[in-house]
């Protein structure tokens, strides 16, 4: 029961100068899952990572690996190995070295290196780069032969902090796909970070959304994307109209003035919500069909799309269409019970998910290009 | 074009430097060049130098006591510089300072008070008696001579090592021991190797003016062990034989070269220029 879980955090809380990093982490990792931890700048992403490798004691709190608490182990003694945000490849060895670094220290034999190295190369594509310099690959290369020089070991468990951050996009998902076949034809747990959450949501098998050093949700991609436990989730995933609702009894809500049917039950008669509604959820319908009224204020071209910004009674939604609409167009909304995602208020409630501000965010952007040429 | 001017602007702006470096660094080399091939009378002549063979054993044991002096200094210096990079930021500037202290003292005094410490009735010699070891040899020994080597150039190995470490980047610490490596393995393979260029320029550092000096061999050997600095301060200061002291300047100066390439092959990292 316990060796279910390859790498276990309890109650892990981290703090520095007397401010919490981390707070009451707890997270349970399987052999052979890919875990993404996923979240802002400064969330403690990293400083989670630090935890597991062995680079961060825990003010409160127990590690475990395969169900063994392995607080005070020293990280050269853990088995798992970190690719760097930064790389942190060795300047004074060559490829051939950086990648057999792991190999050397365990004393392998010579000729024993020399083919698992050599069978690193070919898996990461960069055979015949083995006496290059380190600092005169490309950021693509360097990113591989960090990879290469953490697999070569076999860990159980990787950790990836950020490890695509520096490429550029094309790129990028190359690597993308690239890990998630490491990933799956070596068997090994991959705890990846990200503030990417495209990135997250197509590579991994468990998302964990942290903020301000608290988990905020755990789930599947598709439970993080349709099921958002909060606002910030909901917000955070992808764009969102947050609205401040009631939960008149099961499946009935009411929100902008008017009652909807939804899919969503075991809230108490009349609590106040907070409702979730994603731009590509919203129709637009002529009139005598609509559930809601309102009047275009803003409109973007992002190729398969527009994205426009619709006034409702004081409140900006955005929506997503084909259709082509004008500023200052009244318009018709139409919304599917499923397409409403209902959540209990946190924190968090009223603070995202209103896109009045949208229109001057696009206008400063463009005022500050502008002063750039 | 603009091209052209930018590179005219640098010539410019490095012409004090070229005129600075050729008054005083050429034009004294061509000077002892030219004393050292020819005679008191100015006629070309390859005497003084192939008179110096009576001068071999002087140049050996002064590459020996300038060697056996770095490698003490350096046996001290790596792990002092080792330690201070691994304190807190305050306490590594502290120790700089300290390092440094000494080096705001005159050169002569600081060897001076050597000689008070050493002496027969030395600060030394004084507690070894009260606790019943009689007067022991100190000052006037090639220890004494290597131990002030030691004691001034010490300064000049601990700093560029530390230099170096503490601009080590700490991820690729870290790096070593997620791979593996215990705080030994990971001296040897991450922090030595990057740490070879500031040992080159330690070394050099210490290695040069011992091999060179005069008056450290005089006050603390002395004169019983005669460096081939002395030799060449001598014929400057009392034989009048400036050819003489060319020619022996000269060849110093060509094993100094010597042994500044032998070591330098050691370092194939490209930072190894540092020395040049
Ligand atoms: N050694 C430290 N001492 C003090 N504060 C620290 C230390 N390391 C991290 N922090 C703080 O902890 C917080 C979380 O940092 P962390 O590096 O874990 O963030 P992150 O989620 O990885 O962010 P990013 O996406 O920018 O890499 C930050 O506010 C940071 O300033
Ligand atoms: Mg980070």
């Known amino acids: 029961m316990t060796n279910e879980n390859i790498v276990e955090l309890k109650n892990i809380t981290v703090t520095f100068d007397g401010e919490k990093i981390l707070d009451r982490i707890n997270l349970a990792i399987k052999d052979k899952e890919f875990v993404t931890l996923l979240g802002p700048s400064g969330c403690g992403k990293t400083t989670t990572l630090r935890v597991i490798a062995g680079f961060v004691s825990p003010t409160e709190g127990d590690i475990l690996f395969d169900g063994k608490a392995v607080n005070h182990l020293p990280p050269h003694k853990r088995q798992v190995n970190t690719i760097f945000q930064r790389y942190a490849l060795f300047p004074h060895l060559n490829v051939f070295e950086n990648i057999a670094f792991g190999l050397r220290v365990k004393k392998v034999p010579e000729a024993e290196i020399k083919k698992q190295v050599t069978d690193m190369l070919k898996l990461v594509n960069l055979s015949g780069y083995e006496k290059r310099n380190i600092a005169k690959l490309s950021g693509g290369q360097q990113q591989r032969v960090a990879i290469a020089r953490a697999i070569i070991n076999r860990p159980k468990v990787l950790l990836l902090d950020e490890p695509l951050a520096a490429l550029d996009l094309k790129l990028r998902k190359d690597m993308q796909v690239e890990l998630k076949n490491i990933q799956k034809s070596l068997g090994i747990t991959f705890i990846f970070v990200t503030h990417d959450q495209e990135e997250a949501l197509s590579m991994s098998d468990t998302v964990v959304v942290m903020n301000e050093g608290v988990i905020q949700q755990i789930g599947t991609p598709q439970d993080i994307y349709n099921e958002p436990k909060n606002a910030f989730v909901a917000d955070f995933i992808g764009e969102s109209n947050i609205l401040d609702g009631v939960m008149k009894e099961d499946f009935l809500t009411s929100f902008s003035g008017r009652e909807f049917t939804c899919l969503d039950s075991g809230f108490a008669r009349n609590e106040r919500v907070d409702i979730v509604v994603r731009p590509e959820d919203v129709d637009i319908v002529p009139e005598k069909d609509a559930m809601l009224l309102g009047e275009v204020t803003s409109v973007t071209f992002l190729g398969v799309h527009y994205e426009i910004i619709v006034d409702i009674g004081g409140f900006k939604w955005m929506i997503q269409t084909t259709d082509e609409q004008k500023v200052g167009d009244k318009v018709g909304l139409y919304i599917e019970p499923d397409a409403i995602h209902v959540m209990k208020k946190s924190k968090y409630s009223g603070m995202y998910g209103d896109y009045s501000t949208f229109s001057d965010e696009i206008e400063h952007l463009s005022d500050l290009e502008e002063d750039e040429n | ?276």
Request: avoid cysteine.
């Open chain 2, 1 to 276: 074009m603009n091209k052209k001017r930018t590179d005219f602007a640098q010539k410019l702006i490095s012409a004090p430097y070229i005129v600075w470096s050729a008054i005083f660094i050429i034009v004294p080399l061509l000077m002892v060049a030219y004393y050292a091939f020819t005679d008191k009378s100015g006629a070309f002549t390859l005497d003084n130098i192939s008179g110096l063979s009576r001068y071999a054993k002087t140049f050996g044991m002064s590459l020996l006591y300038a060697a056996e002096a770095t490698v003490i200094s350096l046996i001290i210096a790596y792990p002092l510089a080792y330690f201070m990079s691994n304190m807190k930021a305050g306490a590594q500037r502290m120790m700089s300072m300290l390092i440094m202290l000494p080096m705001w003292m005159n050169f002569l005094i600081r060897t001076y008070s050597w000689i008070t410490i050493l002496a027969k009735t030395g600060i030394i010699n004084t507690l070894l008696s009260k606790i019943g070891i009689g007067p022991v040899q100190l000052i006037n020994t090639p220890g004494a001579v290597v131990l002030g080597m030691v004691y001034n150039y010490l300064p000049y190995m601990v700093l560029p090592i530390y230099t170096v470490m503490v601009k080590i980047d700490k991820s690729l610490l870290e790096a070593a021991d997620d791979l593996g490596s215990s705080p030994i393995s990971r001296l040897r393979r991450v922090i030595f190797p990057m740490t070879v260029p500031g040992i080159i320029s330690g070394i050099t550092m210490v290695f040069v003016p011992s091999v060179s000096t005069f008056y450290i061999s005089q006050k603390l050997g002395g004169g019983k062990t005669m460096l081939i600095g002395d030799v060449i301060e001598m014929q400057f200061q009392s034989s009048y034989n400036y050819n003489l002291g060319a020619a022996i300047s000269l060849v110093l100066m060509v094993l100094i070269l010597i042994s500044l390439a032998v070591m330098n092959r050691f370092d194939d990292s490209e930072e190894g220029g540092i020395l040049i």
